[in-house]
């Protein structure tokens, strides 16, 4: 699911590229003589086309703004996307019989139940998870805060032996992977009451 967003820029850019490629050769070849001389040495707006251009300007320039909005507020939203890092996923199909119906997880509730079990350790202050990918091996981010004075060695041991094995048992991939980010937060662990 999250490589649906990669693959679509990577079409996009790649057809703009080619576009790009394209006019520049089709300038290179012009300019060179390629389509002759008479075309080498005219302008490449000719008459015909600033002469349309005056023609329509009424109606021509309002919808021209109107598209270049367009594309920018489009343009916007793409790199709001880049900037807010990777897609999760929003639900994880456990479906293992086509025929006996479908059975979809919300992957909410299964993440914040990994940083549940993640919390549940003393020395983590928090944890936060989400998923980024489904499918055979999903892939599952988690950024844990931990006291500076804890075994940070146990920690991750206890997570990704303990936690990150319960999860994947709990959204039935036996191939799960885990990126763990540990963050340090001065003082102790939390006090258990």
């Known amino acids: 699911m999250s490589s649906t967003p ?3 820029n990577r079409a996009m850019f790649t057809l703009f590229g080619l576009l ?4 520049g050769i089709y300038g290179l070849l012009r300019g ?8 080498a040495q005219e ?6 086309i600033t002469g349309f251009f005056g023609r329509t300007g009424d109606f021509l320039w309002p919808i021209t703004a109107v598209v270049f909005l367009l594309i920018a507020y489009l343009a916007w939203r793409w790199l ?13 199909d456990l479906t293992r019989d086509p025929a006996g119906g479908r059975t979809r997880l919300r992957t909410s509730g299964a993440t914040t139940a990994l940083a549940r079990d993640i919390e549940a350790d003393p020395a983590v202050r928090s944890a936060k998870a989400r998923m980024l990918s489904d499918g055979q091996k999903p892939e599952v981010d988690v950024e844990v805060e931990v006291a500076e004075d804890a075994d940070f060695d146990a920690v991750r041991r206890r997570i ?3 936690a990150f094995a319960r999860f994947a048992q709990a959204i039935e991939a036996p191939e799960l992977a885990g ?3 540990l963050g ?4 102790s662990g939390r006090s258990v009451r």
């Not at 302008?43 to 015909?48: A, C, I, V």
């Open 6 to 8: 990669d693959r679509l």
């Open 20 to 23: 790009l490629v394209a006019a």
């Open 32 to 39: 060179y003589g390629v389509f002759g001389d008479t075309q």
């Open 43 to 48: 302008s490449l707006l000719t008459g015909r």
């Open 80 to 92: 709001k996307a880049q900037l807010t890092g990777t897609p999760s996923v929003s639900d994880i």
């Open 160 to 162: 990704e032996e303990v």
């Open 179 to 181: 990126h763990l980010r």
């Open 184 to 187: 340090l937060t001065p003082g």
